[in-house]
């Protein structure tokens, strides 16, 4: 009776051992598996040439705690060798350890977001580059018209000239692939030049729907060797905001000022967007030679001077009518 006595003290006592060792592996399994390894979503940076142990106290510095026994512990349940890439990774507040490997692993990675706005000149896209967190590298020749418009994804550690390579291939699609069916006239000789009438268009319109008459307009002022007159060109020289000229700015002697000399500035003023260079290459057939604001973000056509005169002094009851209200 007390040998079956011990005997059954011996057996509980590994039973608990057994029971207690089950426990501890599952409770381990469970941290690697389900356990959520952050309170929060959060990004986190694997820098190039970084090694796991740098990796894991960088995780442990910002409050991601792994020791190191479950991590390569961890990597042994993984499909394929762990290989530690660099980039930006989102680590969401349901994953687990094994989903943080995985997605390392498979270099899943944080996309982020660069917009470029219709209309933005090459400075301000140079400061725009700079400011930008995780592009890399130095900013190369930004020339005006050459990018795209558009929200383009990159990757942290992405350079600035490839994210620009991108713009410049998606900007040169939309010429290429309308060029063979344009409305051909004598003065939009070559894409540049589309990309030059398109900025100018797209300064001067703010409704997309009046875009292809403002470039009826400008072609034929250039048809009848007319200047072309548009403050937006001589802003840009001036690097000034077109409702500030005045007429010293009109006279200035700079070959953006298309008041004082007849074609096309030398280069484009601007990013145009796709609507402002499908504007060039399709242009409504009109008679219009001149446009001036409506007041309400639009503008008022004429065919000649003394119409043009008209719509000028609406313009500037429009003006008085709004500062009394």
């Known amino acids: 009776?007390?040998?079956?006595?011990?005997?059954?003290?011996?057996?509980?006592?590994?039973?608990?051992?057994?029971?207690?060792?089950?426990?501890?592996?599952?409770?381990?399994?469970?941290?690697i598996f389900a356990k959520p390894i952050s309170n929060n979503d959060r990004l986190i940076i694997i820098k190039k040439n970084i090694n796991e142990a740098?990796?894991?106290?960088?995780?442990?510095?910002?409050?991601?705690?792994?020791?190191?026994?479950?991590?390569?512990?961890?990597?042994?349940?993984?499909?394929?060798?762990?290989?530690?890439?660099?980039?930006?990774?989102?680590?969401?507040?349901?994953?687990?350890?094994?989903?943080?490997?995985?997605?390392?692993n498979k270099n899943i990675v944080n996309y982020r977001k660069f917009t470029l706005i219709e209309g933005t000149n090459s400075k301000e896209l140079?400061?725009?580059?700079?400011?930008?967190?995780?592009?890399?590298?130095?900013?190369?020749?930004?020339g005006e018209g050459k990018f795209k418009p558009d929200t383009?994804?990159?990757?942290?550690?992405?350079?600035?000239?490839?994210l620009l390579k991108k713009m410049e291939i998606e900007q040169n699609k939309i010429i290429e692939s309308h060029w063979e069916k344009?409305?051909?006239?004598?003065?939009?000789?070559?894409?540049?030049?589309?990309?030059?009438?398109?900025?100018?268009?797209?300064?001067?319109?703010?409704?997309?729907?009046?875009?292809?008459?403002?470039?009826?307009?400008?072609?034929?002022r250039l048809d009848k060797n007319m200047k072309l007159q548009s403050d937006v060109t001589v802003a840009y020289a001036l690097n000034k905001k077109g409702n500030n000229l005045n007429k010293l700015d009109l006279k200035s002697k700079n070959y953006f000022n298309t008041y004082r000399y007849r074609g096309l500035p030398p280069t484009p003023i601007c990013y145009p967007g796709e609507k402002a260079i499908l504007a060039v290459l399709y242009?409504?057939?009109?008679?219009?030679?001149?446009?001036?604001?409506?007041?309400?973000?639009?503008?008022?056509?004429?065919?000649?001077?003394?119409?043009?005169?008209?719509?000028?002094?609406?313009?500037i009851k429009d003006l008085k009518n709004y500062g009394k209200n």
């Open 54 to 104: 740098t990796f894991l106290n960088y995780l442990n510095s910002n409050e991601i705690k792994v020791s190191k026994v479950k991590w390569h512990i961890s990597k042994l349940f993984l499909k394929d060798k762990f290989i530690l890439k660099h980039g930006e990774f989102l680590i969401t507040k349901s994953d687990s350890l094994i989903d943080i490997l995985e997605k390392i």
């Open 152 to 162: 383009y994804l990159y990757k942290w550690g992405d350079s600035k000239a490839s």
């Open 182 to 220: 344009r409305k051909r006239n004598k003065f939009i000789k070559s894409k540049f030049d589309v990309l030059i009438l398109a900025s100018i268009i797209e300064k001067e319109g703010k409704k997309s729907e009046e875009l292809k008459n403002i470039s009826s307009v400008f072609l034929n």
């Open 283 to 315: 242009p409504n057939n009109t008679d219009y030679l001149y446009f001036v604001s409506d007041g309400k973000g639009g503008h008022r056509f004429s065919k000649n001077f003394s119409e043009h005169k008209k719509n000028i002094k609406l313009w």
């Open 126 to 142: 140079k400061i725009k580059l700079i400011q930008t967190p995780g592009l890399v590298g130095e900013v190369p020749y930004l």
């Open 1 to 31: 009776m007390v040998a079956l006595i011990k005997n059954f003290k011996f057996f509980l006592f590994l039973l608990i051992i057994v029971c207690s060792c089950i426990y501890l592996i599952g409770s381990f399994i469970n941290s």
